[in-house]
């Protein structure tokens, strides 16, 4: 099993910022990537950037583009999210996710972190 602790999520302003943490631990092999989904109320859950293990790949969603940097830190599985300017429409769940690669890919999610952004 694979256990996902994040944390740095709050009530922040918009224009300001906020960044979340994650780390990882449990039944971790052939990690891929890691990264953030979110899910706002009535909406479905989104990829919002991730990172590859090998090579260091960043992807984005468009949203969040020149605003968001995803980077892992120099724990061992451990990732962040910095999010910069925020605006109210970031205001959701966030999810941290490790991704898997054994044959087939696996995705496992944190319990999720509380980001809301007020006008």
């Known amino acids: 099993q694979v256990q996902l602790v994040e944390s740095g999520g709050g009530l922040v302003q918009a224009g300001g910022s906020l960044r979340l943490s994650c780390a990882a631990s449990?039944?971790?092999?052939?990690?891929?990537?890691m990264g953030w989904y979110r899910q706002a109320p009535g909406k479905q859950r989104e990829l919002v950037a991730d990172?590859?293990?090998?090579?260091?790949?960043?992807n984005y969603a468009d949203a969040v583009k020149g605003r968001f940097t995803v980077y892992r830190g120099n724990a061992e599985n451990t990732v962040y999210l910095q999010m910069n300017s925020l605006k109210p429409e970031d205001t959701a769940v966030y999810y941290c996710n490790v991704r898997l690669r054994i044959r087939a890919f696996y995705d496992y999610y944190g319990q999720g972190t509380q980001v809301t952004v007020s006008s």
């Open positions: 449990g039944s971790i092999i052939s990690l891929y990537s």
């Open positions: 990172i590859t293990v090998s090579g260091g790949t960043r």
